[in-house]
């Protein structure tokens, strides 16, 4: 593997060099040696022979990032993205391949494995941080800024071993990203962080964005994914299965898991007993936000004409929905709305950020929206909504009903399919 000398922040002779390469990965592989038991890896040692089984983690894995690209890496579990991470940040050797990188890589993979947990927050920046290349002397003159990023006041003064999960990973983020990179790695991590949290890390991971920082962004998170990513690499049992413009490859990775989902739904309703098959799906509960008396969150979401049953018959030809949500003090928050045949087969989302579509005020902190699809073009059948509240930059997700609702559809025709859609004959 070679590594170009660290090169900290692109001097203004190279600004203008946009389109530089800044990560090259030729034929990347990991291999990791499978035991059946210590005994065999004690005998593989000691004889020289192969007593292992070997299990290709990533195989020819080939990919350019330039400067100022933000790369999504997606995938279904065990596809190889920790691995492909590990090996860019450096904290894993692959056995076959070859990687360049230029410039200044953080890594905030498994974070705060550098603290010591005896050491108090305040020591352990100078300690972690002399791991990652901030002297004495550099930590001295960021130390108030990190301080202030993690917002963990007194605590700073307390070990780390004392430390809940979330507040090591503020610690952590705040230092491991003190100093701007060129290249940043980001896995999962920034899920353990509260809703507040996690939005300062976006704004800042926003921030090095603008300012040039490449960034590798792995998450389980597709609105993530598609709101700061550019391009998206897709793994499959380690390989390469798509690259390019995040839009294209989400999409197909979306059909992808939804299949998945199909075919495990369609082998769990074959062996429930008495399953009757046609029962609309139970609305899957929402995740833990948080729901403190003045958090931000969804309060109601009305649907008009809709006659009570199960599920609710929707007696209009038009889908009106009124979603009321609190926002946060000073912040006007963003709403968006999904509908999705049953087994996930998306059909529409919608946020008022992406249309400049503001939420109106009503004082206190509420705000509301007003949804319509005047003439709903769906066929009969039942369809699952999920309300979204996101932030002001409409990167955060602060509160989310997740399918919250079936409703059904009788449309006057026929005809199978999913949506009318516009059309004329001539
Ligand atoms: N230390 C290890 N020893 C042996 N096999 C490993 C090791 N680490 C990972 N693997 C295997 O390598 C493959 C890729 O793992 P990896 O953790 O990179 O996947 P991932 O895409 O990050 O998964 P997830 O989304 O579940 O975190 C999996 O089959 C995993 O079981």
């Not at 007593?51 to 400067?67: K, P, Y």
């Not at 294209?248 to 939804?258: D, L, N, P, Q």
């Not at 946020?351 to 699809?373: K, M």
């Amino acid at each position: 593997m070679s590594e170009a000398g660290k090169t900290g922040a692109p001097d203004a002779a190279d600004a203008g060099a946009a389109d530089r390469v800044v990560l090259r990965a030729r034929g990347l592989g990991k291999e990791y040696k499978l035991y059946d038991s210590p005994r065999q890896r004690l005998k593989g040692l000691l004889t020289g022979r192969a007593t292992h089984r070997s299990h290709w983690a990533l195989r020819d894995v080939s990919f350019e990032l330039r400067r100022g690209q933000c790369i999504g890496v997606i995938g279904d579990n065990g596809a190889g993205k920790s691995t492909l991470l590990k090996l860019l940040a450096g904290t894993l050797q692959p056995n076959a391949g070859e990687l360049e990188r230029v410039g200044r890589v953080t890594a905030i993979l498994e974070l705060g494995a550098g603290f010591h947990p005896d050491f108090t927050g305040r020591d352990n920046l100078y300690f972690a941080g002399s791991m990652i290349g901030i002297d004495h002397e550099a930590m001295s003159r960021l130390e108030a800024s990190i301080v202030e990023f993690a917002g963990l006041g007194q605590a700073m003064n307390r070990p780390v071993k004392t430390y809940s999960s979330g507040m090591v990973v503020r610690l952590a983020f705040a230092l491991v990203t003190a100093v701007e990179p060129d290249l940043l790695i980001i896995d999962e991590a920034l899920a353990v962080g509260d809703q507040h949290f996690q939005k300062k890390c976006i704004e800042r991971i926003s921030a090095f964005r603008e300012n040039g920082c490449t960034i590798l962004f792995c998450s389980h998170s597709p609105y993530h994914v598609r709101s700061l990513c550019d391009v998206t690499l897709w793994l499959q049992g380690g390989q390469v299965r798509e690259f390019g413009p995040t839009e294209a490859v989400m999409g197909a990775y979306e059909k992808h898991s939804r299949l998945l989902g199909q075919a495990e739904a369609e082998s769990e309703a074959g062996v429930r007993d008495g399953a009757s098959g046609d029962e609309p799906a139970a609305p899957t509960p929402a995740l833990p936000y948080e729901r403190g008396p003045t958090s931000a969150m969804i309060l109601s979401c009305e649907i008009a004409n809709l006659v009570p049953g199960k599920p609710a018959l929707l007696d209009s030809p038009d889908l009106v929905a009124t979603i009321t949500v609190r926002g946060k003090d000073g912040e006007r928050p963003n709403i968006g709305f999904m509908i999705e045949q049953e087994k996930g087969v998306g059909i529409t989302s919608l946020a008022t950020h992406e249309e400049g579509a503001a939420p109106v005020s009503l004082g206190d902190n509420l705000w509301r929206s007003v949804l319509s699809f005047p003439q709903l073009p769906l066929h009969s059948g039942d369809y699952e909504l999920s309300v979204f509240l996101f932030d002001e930059s409409g990167l955060a997700t602060d509160d989310l009903w997740f399918k919250y609702t079936v409703i059904r559809v009788v449309s006057p025709g026929l005809m199978p399919g999913l949506v009318r859609l516009p059309h004329h004959w001539s």
